[in-house]
């Protein structure tokens, strides 16, 4: 496990990089998909990293708690030196609950998390949907937890989404997340 700081090329009020990825569901979606909702938590997660298992919760509360918000996870890990990031293991995540989050997708190609700067699992980023498209409002820490085992004091995401959906700025420093590297397929 080799512990990794997020660190994105992306800034505040960026519009958030294209993408069309396959869902556990079936399903193909892309930042259409979302256009309902009022801000789109994208999180670079994964099915084995201790930092991403233990946010798990946190993301199902979000996505059972905030109806105007999409909480998506995007696994982009190589699946063939990482078995237990393969789509079918996304799918077992899934169905047996572990996973709910509105919807959970492959990145195969890795060229998502790249274009997104991702670097770590989980790597959260938040959109604000204004005007028909998704703006970066905050992109950091989901909450203060920094190790896998530690209890979160504060929940900086949430904030930031009740600011987001408030119409306010989102009044948080920018502190990376911390979570096991993306792996990377080697070419």
């Given amino acids: ?89 996304m799918c077992d995540r899934v169905e047996d609950g572990t996973i709910r989050y509105d919807a959970y997708l492959r990145d195969e190609t890795q060229d998502v998390a790249r274009e997104y700067g991702a670097v770590c699992t989980p790597d959260p980023f938040l959109f604000a949907n204004e005007d028909g498209a998704f703006r970066l409002r905050y992109q950091g820490r989901l909450d203060d937890a920094l190790n ?18 408030a119409g306010e700025p989102v009044d948080l420093e920018w502190q990376p997340s911390r979570g096991c590297s993306i792996k990377w397929r080697e070419d």
Avoid at 29 to 56: G, I, M, R, W
């Fill in 148 to 165: 896998p085992d530690d209890e979160p004091t504060r929940v900086h995401v949430r904030e930031a989404i009740d600011a987001v959906l």
């Fill in 1 to 89: 496990m080799v512990a990794k700081e997020s660190d994105t090329d992306l800034e505040a009020g960026d519009e958030a990089p294209e993408f069309e990825l396959g869902g556990t569901d079936g399903g193909t979606y892309t930042l259409e998909s979302f256009a309902d909702a009022q801000a789109l938590l994208l999180v670079f997660t994964c099915n084995h990293c201790p930092y991403a298992k233990a946010k798990f919760d946190l993301l199902n509360e979000l996505a059972a708690a905030y109806d105007e918000v999409a909480v998506v996870g995007i696994n982009p890990n190589d699946a063939t030196e990482y078995p237990d990031d393969s789509f079918e293991a």
